[in-house]
């Protein structure tokens, strides 16, 4: 059998990964269309992840609704200056 994940076939890549799925740093920003250096600030700020440096992962499932209430959180702070 031909798998597409390992087949080499780059369509596999632009599809959005599955809910629960582990990205590395870079698959993250990408998927949330953010810089790596954006992606750290939210790490400092809470953002779940896993692992250590070089080894950190992060969980879609955990990352969406934490990105969706921090932005919106923010979003709330800017409105009430």
Same mark, same amino acid.
Do not use: C, F
């Given at each position: 059998?031909?798998?597409?994940?390992? %087949?080499?076939?780059?369509?596999?890549?632009?599809?959005?990964?599955?809910?629960?799925?582990?990205?590395?740093?870079?698959?993250?920003?990408?998927?949330?269309?953010?810089?790596?250096?954006?992606?750290?600030?939210?790490?400092?700020?809470?953002?779940? %992840?896993?692992?250590?440096?070089?080894?950190?992962? *992060?969980?879609?499932?955990?990352?969406?609704?934490?990105?969706?209430? *921090?932005?919106? %959180?923010?979003?709330?702070?800017?409105?009430?200056?």
């Amino acid at each position: 059998m031909n798998n597409p994940k390992t %087949s080499g076939d780059t369509a596999t890549n632009d599809l959005a990964p599955e809910t629960g799925a582990l990205l590395t740093s870079r698959e993250l920003a990408h998927e949330l269309k953010i810089s790596i250096r954006t992606l750290l600030r939210w790490r400092a700020a809470g953002l779940p %992840s896993m692992g250590k440096r070089k080894m950190t992962r *992060y969980d879609l499932g955990e990352v969406r609704p934490w990105v969706r209430n *921090y932005l919106g %959180s923010a979003q709330d702070k800017r409105l009430k200056r």
